[in-house]
T-cell receptor
Framework: QQQVKQSPQSLIVQKGGISIINCAYE??????FPWYQQFPGKGPALLIA?????SEKKEGRFTISFNKSAKQFSLHIMDSQPGDSATYFC????????FGAGTRLFVKA | GAVVSQHPSWVICKSGTSVKIECRSL??????MFWYRQFPKQSLMLMAT?????????EQGVEKDKFLINHASLTLSTLTVTSAHPEDSSFYIC???????????FGPGTRLTVL
């Protein structure tokens, strides 16, 4: 019940395309859903986060879509750029956060 | 956003020695900090939750006598890997919890290599 399942494991997108990463959770007590971006050899950096009282949140090219009934949420990266190439982790929780397995995104120039 | 630093960024040590890693919240008070371990191309594995002024809570399978955690102030937590062995080589990352939003802010990580 504590798992967060993330897919796909890896993703290749053309420059300018849309990158979509999906996550599903099981514990309905989770009330905070952040996404982190991690570059090789660096710590994860908070990208965007959402709470279950809204269905969508947009910050620049990054959008989280949240489906509470399906217990799913996704990250959309619009106009993907080579600089977006990184590993993305979804997470769920509150005080204690459960992380997904990560998605390695590569944006082709 | 809130900033967390780690020191050192990398360390190489001989087998059997102890290594201390510091984690500092620079612009907020983190009464709770978390320590993670990350293997290449894998997700973050939570090792322990560090609470200021009290004993750390370790995840199942993590040896508390090997990975000593001290959280002596509102901005500093330390992880000491005692009697390090090559299998302890890994990327160690800490995070500070910003309580007002329940958001974890991560440090840049420490690469430990045990020879």
């Amino acid at each position: 019940q504590q798992q967060v399942k993330q897919s796909p494991q890896s993703l290749i997108v053309q420059k300018g395309g849309i990158s979509i990463i999906n996550c599903a959770y099981e514990n309905t007590a989770f009330d905070y859903f952040p996404w982190y971006q991690q570059f090789p050899g660096k710590g994860p950096a908070l990208l965007i986060a959402i709470r279950p009282d809204v269905s969508e949140k947009k910050e620049g090219r990054f959008t989280i879509s949240f489906n509470k009934s399906a217990k799913q949420f996704s990250l959309h990266i619009m106009d993907s750029q080579p600089g977006d190439s990184a590993t993305y982790f979804c997470a769920a929780g509150g005080f204690k956060t459960i992380f997904g397995a990560g998605t390695r995104l590569f944006v082709k120039a | 956003g809130a900033v967390v630093s780690q020191h050192p960024s990398w360390v190489i040590c001989k087998s059997g020695t102890s290594v201390k890693i510091e984690c500092r919240s620079l612009d907020f008070q983190a009464t709770t900090m978390f320590w993670y371990r990350q293997f290449p191309k894998q997700s973050l594995m939570l090792m322990a939750t560090s609470n200021e002024g009290s004993k750390a809570t370790y995840e199942q399978g993590v040896e508390k006598d090997k990975f000593l955690i001290n959280h002596a102030s509102l901005t500093l937590s330390t992880l000491t890997v005692t009697s390090a062995h090559p299998e302890d080589s890994s990327f160690y990352i800490c995070s500070g919890l910003l309580r007002s939003t329940d958001t974890q802010y991560f440090g840049p990580g420490t690469r430990l290599t045990v020879l």
